[in-house]
């Protein structure tokens, strides 16, 4: 049948209408519900959803497990339980919560699935490189599936904080540098974790963290304070937050760090003024491990008292094992320090999540030792993992083509991560088995390959001073084709509190190298490690280098994929590597400075720059190689000038001149010349992963609109000013490839206040 204006007009009002009706009347029946209950509940009863506990079944980030948890949640003072994990464990709780608590209000259940929970996935960083979102949601959503079957309904994760300083270990958690690849990679991960609807059996709450600017922790070191302008937190740290919470994410964790000297977990201008007011957030707030307790060392809380007085007022719902909302809540409010209403309305912020997760209907719908069974490392979430680590891995230098590792060559395989099924997995690998499950390089080769054309030497550890292992790793190496050498990191030396100030290969791995290097043999390099690391010896001296992550349960199998060529490589760096740790921070995305150094002026001695080494990076953000060639050509605007009502269409042509298919990531950079407050020296705009087959080409197409102009100006307005622009695409941030453009017109968000902190 075919719809006139006026029918389809009707049909889709009717359909937004009834849309819009169910959710005000589910809204209204899960308000209605849970009035009710509040109004039943003591105030004592109140304070207790605002509590979370950890059970201690799984590795603790703090303090130990309060040995009374139990006795407080018998006695209805408990809301939630962390690191509690199985369909049986978890049971026996919610039980004691349903049963034996006066109204039976059902626990929610939190854990740090952080790259999968049985079946794990290549670190966030490593996934962040395939830039492939489709790819990364379903990763979320398989974590989500394994934990709930688990017994988990509320995930501590995605982790958004922009990362610029790779001696933090915690960048391994989070999806780099970049504000905009960072914002996409959030709300996918959120859509992944929570899916259509959080009622349903595999899907959870996901709980962005940690808010806000965490990473930009001093000098790398965890915990340590962070200090910068409302401009630089508005432009790079918050937009993150903001997508995952555009994308539904239910709940928030605050994060460790002061910022401007208050502490985030007592910080009013964060949670309130900016979370609440601005953005309208109606999930709830959990603080960070003890992080409120925290707030004493920081100087800014005389006791726990005061501690639970500050986060309270300043907007915080629930307190992650620091016990002060359960011992003073009450006291504070008899003191009027506190209102009864916040403490209702934190009550209420749980209570509804729980009410969306379904657990009012069904509090054991998690528990279900069937699931347990049949849902977690299945063949396809295995096929999944597999994939995701392919698409993660980067390829950094393939010099005369050195890989794939040709068919008839004898391969030496070498290194003391080569056998390695431990620290394959990463920095926070949730409930994966590090012991039997996970797919070494080794057995990945042998594999591919069978085990007469591959022999092993370990060489050394990853950080000893033993070089014993030199001789028969130069004598396994000699008696082969080919060398790959499988070196790195150990997993726990990213993740939290697992700062470096040397970010070079631990212990004799590069002088194992180095006498590799001498047989003469081409060398092939896999790097497995949960940050950029300084490899400019290892650059200049390896015929190939693959970044290759922690990758996860079926790490080995993805390497060998892309060393026997079965899969190209296609992944692209989203943090910069350094040439040393002296110029940490280093980011593509920087200032130009009043004198931006010139390599081409060497008269002009004072520009910005090093007496001992270059401004460049070792590696710049979003490179990465193929087995294929991609050339860029024919770079042309639709017009040299836009307004808000005629976008710009870009349009450049990608050839495939190499001899393989393959995948490249065409990326859009922006540069605003001049703006009210100084803008960054290229800007990640759109980016599009083609897949192109050998000989191939294809016109690649961006449209910009003004909006993906905008900034937030010195008074916080979100606003696009008119002024002209450089525009680069290519396939790394250092692309020359450009062309110029005007905007002649400016726009202001629609909410100009600018806010202050209070
Ligand atoms: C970490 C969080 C984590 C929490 C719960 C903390 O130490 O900073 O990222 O979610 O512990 O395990």
């Known amino acids: 049948m075919k719809l006139n204006w006026i029918t389809s007009l009707t049909f889709l009002c009717f359909i937004l209408f009834t849309g819009c009706t169910n959710t005000t009347s589910e809204n209204a029946e899960m308000d209605k519900f849970i009035n009710d209950l509040l109004d039943r509940m003591t105030l004592e009863e109140k304070i207790g959803q605002t509590v979370l506990y950890t059970s201690g079944y799984d ?87 394994e934990a709930t079957a688990e017994g988990v309904n509320w995930i501590y994760a995605p982790m958004v904080d922009i990362s610029r300083d790779p001696r933090w270990g915690r960048v391994a958690e989070g999806a780099g540098e970049d504000v905009y690849l960072g914002s996409l990679i959030a709300a996918a991960r959120v859509k992944g974790f929570q899916g259509n609807s959080l009622s349903d059996n595999n899907t959870v709450v996901a709980c962005v ?144 999540i729980k009410y969306k997760l379904g657990l009012f209907e069904d509090p054991y719908k998690y528990c279900d030792a069937k699931r347990e069974k049949t849902d977690i490392l299945t063949a396809e979430n295995k096929e999944a ?55 070494s390089v080794y057995e990945g080769l042998v594999d591919a390959l069978g085990d007469n054309r591959i022999s092993y030497a370990k060489g050394c550890d990853i950080q000893s001073d033993d070089t014993s292992g030199f001789d028969e790793a130069v004598r396994v190496a000699s008696n082969a084709d080919f060398v790959v050498m499988v070196m790195g990191e150990f997993h726990n030396m990213s993740g939290e509190n697992n700062s470096r100030t040397n970010l070079s290969l631990p212990g004799v791995q590069l002088d194992l190298l180095k006498a590799i290097k001498k047989t003469g043999k081409p060398v092939a390099l896999v790097l497995m490690n949960g940050r950029p690391l300084t490899i400019n010896w290892e650059k200049e001296n390896m015929d190939a280098i693959l970044e290759a992550w922690f990758p996860g ?94 976008p710009l269409k870009i349009n450049i042509k990608l050839v495939n001149g190499g001899k393989y298919d393959g995948e490249e990531i065409v990326q859009l950079y922006i540069r605003d010349l001049v703006g009210s407050v100084t803008r960054p020296v290229k800007e990640l705009k759109g980016f599009k992963k083609v897949f192109l087959k050998a000989g191939d080409s294809e016109n690649i197409e961006f449209i910009l609109t003004v909006d993906d102009l905008r900034f937030y100006d010195a008074d916080l307005n979100y606003i696009y000013e008119p002024g002209d622009f450089h525009l680069f695409v290519g396939g790394n941030s250092d692309t020359k490839i450009k062309a110029d453009f005007t905007l002649n017109e400016s726009g202001r968000s629609e909410k100009p206040k600018p806010i202050k902190i209070k």
């Open 209 to 352: 963290k940690h808010y806000a600017a965490y990473g930009a922790t001093m000098a790398g070191r965890d915990y340590n304070t962070v200090d910068m302008s409302l401009n630089e937190l508005w432009n790079t740290y918050l937009p993150p937050f903001k997508a995952s919470l555009d994308a539904g994410c239910g709940t928030i964790m605050t994060s460790f760090n002061d910022l401007n000297g208050i502490p985030a977990t007592g910080n009013k201008y964060l949670l309130k003024d900016i979370l609440r007011e601005k953005w309208n957030f109606n999930g709830f707030v959990v603080t960070d491990y003890t992080s409120i307790n925290e707030m004493i060392p920081h100087g800014y809380a005389r006791d726990e008292k005061h501690s639970a007085e500050i986060a309270m007022n300043a907007g915080v719902d629930m307190d992650m094992q620091g016990g002060v909302y359960m011992n003073h809540l009450k006291t504070l409010i008899e003191e009027g320090k506190v209102s009864e209403k916040d403490v209702t309305d934190a009550a209420r912020a749980v209570l509804k």
């Open 385 to 439: 993992a597999r994939d995701m680590a392919r698409k993660s891995m980067v390829l950094l230098k393939n010099d005369k083509q050195t890989l794939p590792l040709k068919e008839d060559k004898r391969i030496a395989l070498i290194g003391p991560l080569a056998k390695d099924q431990y620290e394959i997995l990463g920095c926070w690998s949730a409930m994966g088995d590090r012991d039997t499950v996970p797919v």
């Open 59 to 145: 590795v603790i980030t703090g303090p130990t497990v309060d040995p009374d948890y139990k006795e407080y949640l018998k006695k209805g003072m408990v809301g939630g339980i962390f690191n509690a994990v199985g369909a049986d464990y978890t049971r026996s709780l919610q039980k004691i919560a349903v049963e034996e608590t006066r109204l039976g209000i059902p626990l929610i259940f939190g854990y740090d699935v952080i790259h999968g929970q049985r079946t794990i996935f290549p670190i966030p960083l490593g996934e962040s490189c395939s830039w492939d979102l489709e790819a990364m949601e379903r990763s979320a959503k398989i974590a989500a599936s």
């Open 553 to 646: 349960t079926m790490g080995g199998a993805a390497i060998a994929d892309v060393l026997t060529g079965k899969y190209n490589p296609s992944g692209k760096l989203t943090m910069t590597f350094p040439q040393n740790v002296g110029q940490i921070p280093l980011f593509y995305n920087h200032k130009n400075t009043g004198r931006p150094f010139d390599p081409n002026d060497p008269q002009f001695a004072y520009g910005s720059k090093y007496w001992d080494v270059s401004n460049e990076p070792l590696y710049p953000f979003g490179y990465g190689l193929s087995y294929t060639t991609f050339t860029y050509s024919d770079l042309t605007l639709s017009s040299k000038e836009m307004t808000k009502d005629n």
